[in-house]
């Protein structure tokens, strides 16, 4: 029985002495791929997927429906066919892009609402950080392994629901309308990234699960639906309209409305997807009529543009999703490790 | 540099560590040496677990220094960590994956080749009994058998030291026998030394060769087992109980009162205690005798284990002041 466990032999001490500067971040690779491999075979990844792809092909295909009609009806083309069929709803169904921007938070939540606490609920935490991997390829390792499953999500869900389009309509996309789509596709694994830093923020600052669930969920709650609600009255309490005919007042008012909104994530994305979708949008925000003298009515923006129009956005969100994960990152590192 | 049979791989130095007010480990002294399997002993809130937490380079001591295998934890835990292998207390595992296949996240963090990975842990597997479970999903293993697996996940990157924070706490006796032998096995075959803590001295006194008793945060003494009682009573007095005959407590008392040597006498129901400074048995039988008075019983009072663990872990008493007599009355 005493050679059931072979004694490290020199050559493979040797073997780990060179492979050590080839291996030097073994630690990443080896938690990313644990944990994007833990996310893809997951319960919660693949119900949410599946609430996600279900309501998107339902939204895609009353989408076409509804399209038709009116086509028909306007007997008149639309250069954009294709990119309308994500943001028309039906009587009975919103777009597309609502279930995204309503659902997506939801992934994003799910995957990393117990990314650093349950690691700690259940013991496996002092364990981690006590191999020889340096500390931050735990937190980092976790992040990217759950922005690589989005992204695989997001990018997989465009193209299922696309080519489901493709098939109701009959219409291609032309090259212009493929890039938008692929621009709003990573808007949108920005815009979930943003959810899943925060939930990681929040599992890292929370010792329970659960709470740190909530936490995440009251946010996603808030910033969805109450906060435009409150900005509005922010915005009337800081700007009040007392005469609808004063336009200055009125302006006011508008300006501080949307200065408000563009706290909230959500509203962020909605407009750039809106703008990414939609070539005809020119401009975000209260647009006065001279400022409108001499644009041709209609014409939409090169991809370019539309880009540049929503350049803050992106810029704001990309922020917003790296101070999340920074203010986690910081707060996993100067923790202190006790089981229990 | 040192010894060969004595050559140290854990060596702490005055390490103490303050949560604010609180002093956790006070100047902790500490020598472990290559191959001996080392018991760090206390009640629960010793400061056991900290200690181990320094000594890995995860918690920074207050003052002092910590060597481990050479190296400072502090400026290079990648290299402590490398060579020891640390099974916490309450050792998790990821509960949908399999016991190999948490193994085998142990030897990617470490980076070790994937083939030679999966034959080693195979190996080790079979040395703690779980070959058969390999391919269970930890959610259904028992706290014996998780126990197990975290001993084979520690062994799993070829350590050179092994550290067990309280590897017997929740299991049952059998599973405790069970895993206490595994240990001693398993440092010998793979020739690792063992750092364990426990509160349980009965448990890990078999395995121990030397033991430390932790306790408030200082290492109060430490040693082989057997010299343990020796170093503890040392500095107390030695107890000497006295049966004399009915009706002559009192000029027993008087005349053992005279001897050179004693310190003190208590009388108690049929006899008398003595605390004195060294063995005077001889000398009470003696005097005793020749003045006619009839000796029923003399017996010598040494420190067992069990009045170690009274003594230090059961609480209530304060360092420095050992009381002899309920000692000795324990030990009766």
Request: a negative charge; hydrophobic letters at 45%; charged letters at 20%.
């Given at each position: 029985m005493a050679s059931a466990i072979p004694a490290p032999s020199p050559a493979v001490r040797r073997e780990t002495v060179i492979g050590r500067l080839l291996r030097r971040p073994a630690g990443l690779?080896?938690?990313?791929?644990?944990?994007?491999?833990?996310h893809l075979s997951g319960h919660r990844f693949v119900i949410l997927v599946g609430l996600v792809v279900v309501a998107g092909l339902a939204a895609i295909y009353v989408g076409a429906r509804t399209l038709r009609d009116t086509l028909t009806q306007a007997s008149q083309s639309d250069p954009f066919v294709f990119l309308r069929l994500f943001t028309?709803?039906?009587?009975?169904?919103?777009?597309?892009?609502?279930?995204?921007?309503?659902l997506g938070p939801l992934l994003g939540i799910a995957l990393a609402f117990d990314a650093i606490n349950g690691e700690r609920v259940r013991g496996t935490l002092s364990r981690l950080v006590s191999q020889p991997i340096y500390r931050d390829a735990i937190i980092n390792g976790k992040f990217l392994a759950g922005l690589a499953a989005l992204a695989i999500m997001v990018f997989a869900l465009g193209g299922l629901v696309g080519g489901l389009g493709l098939v109701l309509t009959g219409v291609p996309p032309t090259l212009e309308e493929f890039l938008r789509l692929v621009a709003f596709l990573a808007v949108t694994v920005v815009y979930i990234g943003f959810w899943l830093s925060l939930a990681i923020l929040f599992s890292t600052l929370l010792r329970q699960t659960v709470a740190s669930a909530l936490a995440s969920l009251a946010t996603w709650l808030f910033f969805s639906i109450f906060a435009g609600l409150l900005f509005g009255l922010v915005a009337d309490a800081v700007a009040p309209v007392t005469d609808s005919q004063d336009a200055m007042q009125v302006l006011r008012n508008a300006r501080w409305n949307l200065a408000l909104n563009r706290l909230s994530p959500t509203l962020l994305y909605s407009e750039a997807v809106e703008t990414l979708l939609n070539p005809q949008v020119r401009s975000l925000g209260p647009l006065l009529l001279e400022q409108v003298i001499g644009a041709v009515p209609g014409a939409p923006l090169p991809l370019g543009q539309s880009l540049l129009l929503i350049?803050?956005?992106?810029?704001?969100?990309?922020?917003?999703?790296?101070?999340?994960?920074?203010?986690?990152?910081?707060?996993?590192?100067?923790?202190?490790?006790?089981a229990g | 540099m040192e010894q060969p049979q004595a050559h140290a791989?854990?060596?702490?130095?005055?390490?103490?560590?303050?949560?604010?007010?609180?002093?956790?480990?006070?100047?902790?002294?500490?020598?472990?040496?290559?191959?001996?399997?080392?018991?760090?002993?206390g009640p629960n809130g010793a400061g056991k677990t900290t200690t181990i937490l320094m000594l890995l380079g995860l918690t920074e001591p207050t003052a002092g220094t910590a060597r481990v295998l050479g190296h400072d934890p502090l400026r290079e835990p990648l290299e402590v960590k490398r060579q020891v292998g640390y099974l916490p207390e309450n050792v998790g595992f990821y509960?949908?994956?399999?016991?190999?296949?948490?193994?085998?996240?142990?030897?990617r963090l470490n980076g070790i080749d994937e083939r030679e990975a999966r034959a080693h842990i195979a190996s080790l597997l079979e040395a703690v009994g779980l070959a058969s479970a390999a391919d269970r999903r930890v959610r259904e293993y028992s706290r014996g058998m998780r126990q197990r697996l975290g001993l084979a996940d520690v062994l799993v990157k070829r350590p050179r030291i092994i550290i067990l924070d309280e590897p017997t706490l929740g299991i049952d006796p059998k599973g405790v026998d069970e895993v206490l032998q595994l240990i001693a096995r398993l440092s010998q075959e793979e020739r690792v030394t063992v750092l364990l803590s426990s509160h349980l001295l009965h448990q890990v006194q078999r395995i121990c060769h030397r033991v430390g008793i932790f306790v408030g945060g200082r290492l109060i003494a430490q040693g082989p087992v057997e010299s343990l009682a020796r170093q503890l009573a040392g500095a107390a007095p030695l107890v000497v109980e006295v049966g004399v005959g009915a009706g002559e407590q009192s000029r027993a008392e008087h005349l053992v009162r005279a001897i050179d040597g004693v310190l003190d006498v208590t009388a108690y129901a049929d006899g008398l205690v003595l605390s004195c400074r060294q063995d005077v048995r001889a000398e009470v039988a003696r005097t005793l005798v020749t003045h006619g008075l009839s000796l029923l019983h003399l017996r010598l009072h040494t420190y067992g284990l069990d009045d170690i663990y009274r003594l230090y872990f059961q609480g209530g008493m304060q360092d420095g002041q050992r009381d002899p007599r309920s000692v000795a009355s324990g030990a009766a």
């Open positions: 690779g080896a938690v990313f791929r644990k944990e994007l491999a833990d028309t709803g039906g009587s009975s169904l919103p777009p597309f892009t609502f279930f995204v921007e309503f350049w803050p956005h992106l810029t704001a969100l990309t922020a917003a999703m790296l101070i999340c994960f920074m203010v986690a990152y910081i707060a996993f590192m100067r923790q202190e490790v006790r | 791989v854990i060596e702490a130095r005055g390490l103490t560590k303050r949560y604010g007010q609180r002093t956790v480990v006070d100047g902790l002294d500490l020598t472990v040496h290559e191959g001996e399997i080392f018991g760090l002993l509960d949908d994956l399999t016991g190999f296949e948490n193994l085998l996240y142990t030897a």
